[in-house]
T-cell receptor, first 112, second 117 residues
Framework: QKEVEQNSGPLSVPEGAIASLNCTYS??????FFWYRQYSGKSPELIMF????GDKEDGRFTAQLNKASQYVSLLIRDSQPSDSATYLC????????????FGKGTRLHILP | ETGVTQSPTHLIKTRGQQVTLRCSSQ?????VSWYQQALGQGPQFIFQ???????GRGNFPPRFSGLQFPNYSSELNVNALELDDSALYLC????????????????FGQGTRLTVV
């Protein structure tokens, strides 16, 4: 059974600082990962996809994947109050019959 | 806007009643997945339909059922509602015909907030 673990938070970060969100996963065969952002009462929105070891940067967001340690992280630089949300780490489906497996999410609060 | 719409957006039902939630998939997508998200939890997989056939089911009782129509829209039915069924119900559509599935993005609808009293 694949599992994705996240600290539920809340994680409080001052505006302008770097927010660091972490995720570990149980299945060593997992090859890629999603990061979703979910505002309160809204549906998840995909913000990052990573499948290679190392870093992937997109604007203020950087995803980091370490397959040896089974560890995925999301860094948000220059944090803004609009970044306050729950961030879900997820494993994409591996085949047609597979499903997305989500972690419980980390609540991030950016302090103005 | 993802092109995935769910209806209704909010619903209040009484314990023991039945409910039907609806989801229209994005154009060109053939797969609809349903998730239940309780407050403070991540989305939990209910089931999935690919080209009108159920091709995956999570750990939910048989009173959760669904179907997918020829236009790939989908319904989720819940019978004998219980208080614990109160949650945000999400549907996501995707195209599972793509050769490389590893980065198949699923687009979520806005969700249906179900409250059982």
């Amino acid at each position: 059974q694949k599992e994705v673990e996240q600290n539920s938070g809340p994680l409080s970060v001052p505006e302008g600082a770097i927010a660091s969100l972490n995720c570990t996963y149980s299945d060593r065969g997992s090859q890629s990962f999603f990061w979703y952002r979910q505002y309160s009462g809204k549906s998840p929105e995909l913000i990052m996809f990573i499948y290679s070891n190392g870093d992937k940067e997109d604007g203020r967001f950087t995803a980091q994947l370490n397959k040896a340690s089974q560890y995925v992280s999301l860094l948000i630089r220059d944090s803004q109050p609009s970044d306050s949300a729950t961030y879900l780490c997820a494993v994409p489906p591996m085949n047609r019959d597979d499903k997305i497996i989500f972690g419980k999410g980390t609540r991030l609060h950016i302090l103005p | 806007e993802t092109g995935v719409t769910q209806s209704p957006t909010h619903l209040i039902k009484t314990r023991g009643q039945q409910v039907t939630l609806r989801c229209s998939s994005q154009s060109g997508h053939n797969t609809v997945s349903w998730y239940q998200q309780a407050l403070g939890q991540g989305p939990q997989f209910i089931f999935q339909y690919y080209r009108e056939e159920e091709n995956g089911r999570g750990n939910f009782p048989p009173r959760f059922s669904g179907l997918q129509f020829p236009n790939y829209s989908s319904e989720l039915n819940v019978n004998a509602l219980e208080l614990d069924d109160s949650a945000l119900y999400l549907c996501a559509s995707s195209n599972r015909d793509r050769e490389i599935l590893v980065n198949t993005e699923a687009f979520f609808g806005q969700g249906t907030r179900l409250t059982v009293v």
